[in-house]
Each structure stands twice: as structure tokens, then as C-alpha cells.
């Protein structure tokens, strides 16, 4: 069942198109990978589907299981949050302020909501920690547990492994690949193409072609090959 | 030295100070840390300018409630400078800048042309550094402080996730469906009052200290959001109380002196901290 069905889509800042044409679907339990050159409009198209700017023009349809403000986000780092004093616990937390609403104090549910999660990645042990002092893997499974605690469905992670060291972002993708066995949907931004075709299903390839399709048709396009030439050209 | 604090602490209008005091550190310490973390640091500073020249204005004008006019008039700027902070045109520190020397520039230049009062640099100089105004408070003005720092202290305590939440993560709020503009004006609102608050206390250039400061200090001694809140209402409180002991047995100014203390103890919680990271690690 499609939880997510974008149609012609452009986005951009002040009516100035970044990217455009980018049609897809994403059905519950996909794991789909969003590439493409720096610039290209990838961090746009993620604003604007999680409703932070407006689209210019173009359709995003959410499947009736999935209700705006349901996707969970695991945005990059801020500078802010380099220095917050801040408990692992209070941030994870924080992710379950949409369900409280107007009530000024998270309940019995949202605690157990908040310890559930952190017990999924790992980080019961880190409760009380200050946040800055973590490391960046683990910082990044904090976010990921508030992310969760937003949202059971569909999860959005924007360069989620830039800054870490190949065994912590091996690590990472593992954890992934658990949610999304679990049934969560994952829409993932990420440079490293090497490391995410091996996980995802569909790839979205984002740029002067705009391309979609599972992961076996990417890699036999002519749009993937370059992509992939190109890559692994400034790898060396 | 007992005596004379004995001898001053039985006449009414010190209480009344001393009250008036606490209250105003208590408040200005609570979300001085969410404007630590913002990098608004400069807001306060900016808006108690903006305070200085409606104050300016409304003795000109000769009302015997300046606060009628200061007040809207510091919120109004607050929401404006938020709102110009987000869409960009003029960047929210140029913003920021412009609003407080202008409104500095005008409140001076309107004292000095209007004014009958016979000794305009020192009134002048009262408004920007404090003055001992704190000690002739009215009942009036007293109740007036009670009653809008009670109102701060409710909203920040109604509203202590969501702030906590907008302030470390405002995009991650957004995109899970709270109204991060809202809360921004609800902070933009509660600085502005906050500011009108403490000019009374110490005066409008010693404002940002009072904010600041006793977030600073308790950010290098705690590490979890809510024990750095309730540790910085502590110092403030504690600094505010000793400044003005200091500064009733000594007779020196009270704003600078409450603000030498909260430099001073600020030293003392680097210090404190620095050793802390030593022997922990």
C-alpha cells in the first residue's frame, strides 16, 4: 500500500525552482535512498516534504495510514546542539511532545514510549549522559530514538553517517536496516552510495534527470552507471 | 556591620526591594539559558535599549504609569525583531543592532530637547546603569512586579517541554507538527517583560548581565537541562540578594553591584568546573 506518492513535484526557495519533476511512490516497509550531487535539491525536497517550505508547484498525497507531521526526522547537526546541556533522556523525550498536546507534562505512556526506544538502540545505559559528551555515533542513536518516539511509521534521515568512522557508520546502517525490517519506512538522504545501495529497495536519483526506480533498475540505467562513474572517480 | 543591616533591614521599603529583587532574578534566569543556547544573547541587550527610549518617551509625556507605554512598546520589538530574524532580509544581528542604537540614539535626543527636569545626565544616567529607584518603590509598583513575575514563572513551568524542545531542535519540532512559530513569539513576549521587569532593578545597560550570567555559570557546572535551569534561578536569586546587601551596607549602585557578584561567581563556576573535568576524567 502506498504510504507516500509524490507527482510532479518542484521545489525551490521564493518561486526559484531547485529541483524539479520528481514523481515517486513509497510503499509501507520500503527502504528508499535519495541521491544526487551536492546542490542538487535533496535537503529542498526534504524540507518540503516534511512541510517546512511549501512546494511551488506539484502534489505530495500521504497514504490514509500516514498523517502529516507522522514522519519521524533525523536531521543534520546543528550548531546549537554541539554545546546543549542536555541528559540522553530529555532528549528522547522531547520526541514524544506531539502526542501530549496541550498538556504540559509528559505521562506514564510517553516515559514508557521514551525508555522502549532508547532500550531499541542501545543507549539505556547512557540515560543520564550529557549529549555533547558522546561520541557521534552514539548521537546519532539518540536522535534516532527520538525520532522514533515521533513516529512508528516512516523515518527521514538526512545524512545520517556524515562525520563517522567507517565501523560506527557500518554500525548504523545495521541498526537501520533493523527498523526497517521491523516495518518502519525509511527515506534516507546519504553521499555515501556505496554503503546505501547495499541496504535499500528504491533509490531516487535527483538532478537534471531525475530518476526512480528499485534498486536493481538503478544500477543497470544509464543515469546509475554515471552516478556510480563518477563516485567512484572521486574516490580515488 | 549587623547592626546597620539590622537598622535598614526593619524599615519596610528594603523588604519591599529585597522582594522585588529576588523576584526579578528568578525570572530573568529562567530563560537565560534558552537565550544562551539561541545565540539571542543579544536580544536582551537590544530590547532594553528599545525600553530606554519608551521610557524616555513616556517621561517626556509625563505619565505617572510609565509602564503603560514601555511595555507594549517592548513586546511590539521583541515579535518584530523574532520575526525579521526569520525572514531574512535584514539579518537578525544587523536587526538587532539598529533597533537598539536607534532607539538609544532617539531616547536621548528626546530627553535632552523636551526635558524640564534640571539635571538630564543624571537621569539619564539612572535609566542606563539603575538607580536607587528599587528603594522607593510604591505599593502599586511592587504589586505590578509580583503579579508579571508570577505570570513568567507560570508560563515557563506550563511551558517547560516545548521550550526545551524548540530550543534544541526547532526543524525537528516543526517537522513533527508543533507550532515553533508560537512558542517563539510566546519567548519573544516573556523576554520583553522580563526586560521591563529588570530595569527597574538595573537599569537598562546592565539587563543582558542578569540574563546571562547565572545561565553561564550554571552550564559549566551541570550538564542536564532541567538541573542547569533550576541551578541558574538559584545563583541568580543568591546573587541578586548579595549585590543588594552589598550595595545597602556600602552604598554602592545596586545594578552594578548585583552584576560585579554574578561576574564574580561566574569565576568562581568556571573554576569549580575546571576542576570538576579534572577529577572526573
Given at each position: 500500500m502506498s504510504c507516500l506518492t509524490v507527482k510532479d513535484l518542484k521545489v525551490g526557495y521564493d518561486g526559484h525552482a531547485v529541483a524539479e519533476g520528481i514523481s515517486f511512490?513509497?510503499?509501507?516497509?520500503?527502504?528508499?535512498?535519495?541521491?544526487?550531487?551536492?546542490?542538487?535539491?535533496?535537503s529542498t525536497l526534504i524540507r518540503t516534504l516534511l512541510h517546512l517550505q511549501e512546494p511551488i508547484s506539484g502534489e505530495i498525497l500521504y497514504g490514509e495510514d500516514l498523517k502529516r507531521g507522522e514522519i519521524g526526522y533525523l536531521p543534520q547537526q546543528t550548531v546549537v546542539q554541539r554545546d546543549f546541556p542536555a541528559s540522553v533522556r530529555e532528549i528522547v523525550l522531547s520526541g514524544c511532545l506531539p502526542h501530549i498536546g496541550i498538556r504540559p507534562f509528559y505521562g506514564k505512556a510517553e516515559k514508557e514510549l521514551a525508555a522502549e526506544n532508547?532500550?531499541?538502540?542501545?543507549?539505556?545505559?547512557?540515560?543520564?549522559?550529557?549529549?555533547?559528551?558522546?561520541?557521534g555515533g552514539q548521537q546519532q542513536r539518540v536522535l534516532l530514538a527520538r525520532?522514533?518516539?515521533?513516529?512508528?511509521?516512516?523515518?527521514?534521515?538526512?545524512?545520517?553517517?556524515?562525520?563517522?568512522?567507517?565501523?560506527?557508520?557500518?554500525?548504523?546502517y545495521e541498526l537501520i536496516e533493523r527498523l526497517n525490517k521491523e516495518g518502519v519506512t525509511i527515506l534516507m538522504i546519504s553521499h555515501d552510495v556505496g554503503g546505501i545501495l547495499s541496504y535499500c529497495s528504491h533509490v531516487l536519483h535527483i538532478g537534471k534527470k531525475v530518476y526512480f526506480g528499485t534498486k536493481e533498475e538503478y544500477l543497470n540505467s544509464s543515469a546509475g552507471k554515471a552516478f556510480l562513474a563518477v563516485q567512484e572517480g572521486g574516490r580515488d | 556591620m549587623w547592626d546597620t543591616l539590622l537598622f535598614y533591614l526593619a524599615h519596610?521599603?528594603?523588604?519591599?526591594?529585597?522582594?522585588?529583587?529576588?523576584?526579578?532574578a528568578l525570572c530573568s534566569s529562567l530563560l537565560g539559558v534558552t537565550l544562551v543556547l539561541k545565540r539571542f544573547s543579544f536580544i536582551g541587550d537590544g530590547l532594553s535599549h528599545v525600553a530606554f527610549g519608551a521610557m524616555a518617551i513616556a517621561s517626556v509625556m509625563k505619565l505617572t504609569n510609565q509602564m503603560v507605554l514601555i511595555l507594549p512598546v517592548t513586546v511590539l520589538c521583541a515579535v518584530l525583531l523574532l520575526r525579521t530574524g526569520q525572514n531574512a532580509k535584514i539579518k537578525g544581528d544587523a536587526a538587532i543592532a539598529m533597533i537598539s542604537v536607534g532607539a538609544l540614539a532617539f531616547g536621548y535626543l528626546i530627553m535632552n530637547v523636551f526635558s524640564a527636569s534640571a539635571n538630564i545626565s543624571g537621569d539619564v544616567c539612572s535609566t542606563l546603569f539603575g538607580s536607587f529607584s528599587i528603594l522607593t518603590l510604591t505599593d502599586a509598583e511592587v504589586w505590578l512586579c509580583v503579579a508579571l513575575s508570577a505570570s513568567v514563572i507560570l508560563i515557563f513551568i506550563v511551558f517547560y517541554h516545548k521550550i526545551f524542545a524548540v530550543t534544541f531542535d526547532e526543524t525537528f519540532a516543526k517537522a513533527t507538527g508543533i507550532q515553533t512559530g508560537a512558542y517563539q513569539l510566546l519567548i519573544a513576549v516573556v523576554i520583553a517583560l522580563i526586560i521591563v521587569l529588570a530595569m527597574n532593578l538595573v537599569g537598562s545597560l546592565l539587563i543582558s548581565a542578569l540574563v546571562i550570567f547565572p545561565a553561564l555559570s550554571a552550564m559549566r557546572l551541570f550538564y542536564?537541562?532541567?538541573?542547569?535551569?533550576?541551578?541558574?534561578?538559584?545563583?541568580?536569586?543568591?546573587?541578586?540578594?548579595?549585590?543588594m546587601l552589598i550595595s545597602i551596607l556600602k552604598g554602592t549602585p545596586v545594578g552594578s553591584t548585583i552584576v560585579a557578584v554574578d561576574v564574580a561567581v561566574f569565576a568562581a563556576c568556571c573554576l569549580l568546573g575546571w576542576c570538576q573535568r579534572r577529577l572526573g576524567r
Open positions: 511512490q513509497v510503499n509501507a516497509g520500503d527502504y528508499l535512498c535519495i541521491v544526487g550531487e551536492n546542490g542538487s535539491g535533496k532508547m532500550e531499541r538502540m542501545g543507549i539505556t545505559p547512557l540515560a543520564n549522559r550529557c549529549y555533547r559528551d558522546l561520541s525520532a522514533l518516539c515521533a513516529t512508528k511509521k516512516c523515518l527521514l534521515l538526512d545524512e545520517p553517517v556524515a562525520g563517522l568512522d567507517p565501523k560506527v557508520t557500518a554500525e548504523l | 519596610a521599603f528594603v523588604w519591599k526591594a529585597l522582594i522585588v529583587g529576588v523576584l526579578i542536564q537541562f532541567k538541573s542547569v535551569t533550576i541551578a541558574s534561578a538559584i545563583l541568580s536569586v543568591t546573587c541578586a540578594v548579595a549585590g
